[in-house]
């Protein structure tokens, strides 16, 4: 597929990714009634609670964006408050870093059956076909960020690609590297993957592939700023959240980055072990911070986005 085809089907693919989670939203408000948001705001009663529903639902799935996604579109269902989606946005980031595989790898398989599951379900005259469309859309998202990683999966074997990330001298360019490829990939862990694969390979240095997975957490967040858009206003705060999140999380640790740098390399394990350990430490550091100043940070959120 030449460049320009891949540009155009990536942007179709987005459009309807748009169109799915817009419908999920609508679904899910139609069907869940009373109930699923008793369930769900039990589930989320604390932040701790909320932290570990999205730690355990994005490793589930393996993607943080569907995780930050969903919780949106929850949001603008009216069955999720914005203060309570919070911890499942900070939960998010932790559960992306518990997988090494990429977003292409499963959730194609999965996002399939789930598919078909609502299709089914909304045909036939049973008493759960209500849940139908809302299963559906729910898999269509999916679905959809598995075709634009697929589609553009084939860049990541781009010799100039290649060569740009191995050829890093700066944290900050490394930053924005990881952080514009992510925005490309729409996956945070085909970033994250591909720079602890090149660091295993001795093509990048510890420095230079945290500064991309640094970057890539920053990029993970366009797919949720696209998307508040199309939605109301506690989903949008959900996705300035998500990002004032991860870019404030990153300017807290880059002073001390050289102190966090040898306490992760003195951990041991080869490069690309350290570059996964310090995926995983900073957004648990990140999360506590978080945690602490909660309320602070709400209000934060509540003013910029009225």
Do not use: W
């Amino acid at each position: 597929m030449g460049i320009i085809n891949t540009i155009v089907t990536v942007f179709a693919t987005i459009t309807l990714f748009l169109f799915a989670v817009h419908k999920f939203a609508r679904s899910v408000e139609h069907a869940a009634g009373e109930k699923f948001k008793s369930i769900l705001a039990t589930l989320t009663s604390t932040p701790v609670r909320g932290v570990v529903l999205g730690t355990l639902f994005t490793a589930l799935i393996q993607s943080s964006t569907a995780t930050i996604v969903t919780t949106q579109s929850l949001v603008d269902a009216g069955l999720l408050s914005f203060t309570s989606s919070l911890g499942v946005v900070f939960g998010a980031n932790i559960g992306t870093t518990l997988t090494s595989q990429l977003i292409a790898f499963k959730l194609t398989f999965i996002a399939g059956y789930v598919v078909l599951a609502g299709f089914l379900l909304d045909h036939l005259k049973i008493r759960y076909q209500k849940f139908g469309k809302a299963i559906f859309y729910f898999g269509l998202i999916f679905f959809c960020l598995s075709l634009i990683s697929l589609y553009i999966e084939p860049l990541q074997t781009n010799p100039t690609i290649l060569n740009l990330l191995s050829h890093i001298d700066s944290m900050y360019v490394a930053i924005l590297v990881g952080a514009l490829i992510t925005i490309a990939f729409q996956s945070s862990s085909i970033t994250s993957g591909l720079a602890i694969i090149l660091a295993g390979q001795g093509l990048l240095t510890f420095d230079q592939a945290l500064g991309i997975v640094l970057g890539a957490n920053v990029g993970t967040t366009s797919t949720a700023l696209i998307v508040m858009f199309v939605m109301g206003t506690g989903a949008r705060r959900t996705a300035v959240a998500h990002f004032l999140f991860n870019l404030i999380g990153m300017i807290i640790i880059l002073p001390f980055l050289s102190i966090f740098s040898d306490f992760v390399q003195s951990l041991g394990g080869s490069t690309a072990l350290q570059v996964a350990n310090a995926h995983f430490i900073f957004n648990i550091l990140s999360t506590i911070i978080f945690l602490i100043f909660l309320k602070p940070f709400a209000n934060l959120v509540t003013g910029l986005v009225r």
